[in-house]
Antibody, heavy 118, light 108 residues
Framework: EVRLLESGGGFVQPGGSLRLSCAASGFTFKDYAMKWVRQAPGKGLEWVSGISASGGSTYYTDSVKGRFTISRDNSKNTLYLQMNTLGADDTAVYYC???????????WGQGTLVTVSS | EIVMTQSPATLSVFPGERVTLSCRASQSVSSNLAWYQQKPGQAPRLLIYGASTRATGIPVRFSGSGSGTEFTLTISSLQSEDFAVYYCQQYKNWPPLTFGGGTKVEIK
């Protein structure tokens, strides 16, 4: 059974940082690209970042470029999202999602809430 | 960036009714279109990919159609567990991957 378990969310002041983790199990993690998708309270889904299976290629939506860094440790079956210079617009539930062979998502974690507020 | 537009924003239906949800892309995405279902407090669940292929375990009452810029998700007979928000997503050209704004299917 595929399982994705996010952690690391919480309350942070504007300008602060957080590091999200996503522990994966039930599939061969090193073989699949992974993504982060977020959902602001009461809003729709927004793709945030993606990383190739090897970790050699990374992608970001424009609003987080230069502030967020996606990475993975295939030896630990774990995906990360380092988030710096957080602002109120970054408040959301952050989901990690497993890529199918193409760039849609066949499995999602339960999400971790990030709240940016003073 | 490919903009995905879903309509209507909200759909009020009786259980047992046939439901049709629409998704339009600002430029052709061929058949690179997925549909997800999201219930309150839960993560999204993949329903359809390749515009018309049901994901593993998805009931046959869910079907997808379309290609290019116009897509449809049909629920043949709405069950109580189908009341949720539905999102489409294109994966033809990215970054960015883009989602529609969602259609909420609620009980009439």
């Amino acid at each position: 059974e595929v399982r994705l378990l996010e952690s690391g969310g919480g309350f942070v002041q504007p300008g602060g940082s957080l590091r999200l983790s996503c522990a994966a199990s039930g599939f061969t993690f090193k073989d699949y690209a992974m993504k982060w998708v977020r959902q602001a309270p009461g809003k729709g889904l927004e793709w945030v970042s993606g990383i190739s299976a090897s970790g050699g290629s990374t992608y970001y939506t424009d609003s987080v470029k230069g502030r967020f860094t996606i990475s993975r440790d295939n030896s630990k079956n774990t995906l990360y999202l380092q988030m710096n210079t957080l602002g109120a617009d970054d408040t959301a539930v952050y989901y990690c999602a497993k890529n199918h062979w193409l760039d849609f998502f066949d499995y999602w974690g339960q999400g971790t809430l990030v709240t940016v507020s003073s | 960036e490919i903009v995905m537009t879903q309509s209507p924003a909200t759909l009020s239906v009786f259980p047992g009714e046939r439901v049709t949800l629409s998704c339009r892309a600002s430029q052709s995405v061929s058949s690179n279109l997925a549909w997800y279902q999201q219930k309150p407090g839960q993560a999204p669940r993949l329903l359809i990919y390749g515009a018309s292929t049901r994901a593993t375990g998805i009931p046959v009452r869910f079907s997808g159609s379309g290609s290019g810029t116009e897509f449809t998700l049909t629920i043949s007979s709405l069950q109580s567990e189908d009341f949720a928000v539905y999102y489409c997503q294109q994966y033809k050209n990215w970054p960015p991957l883009t989602f529609g704004g969602g259609t909420k299917v609620e009980i009439k």
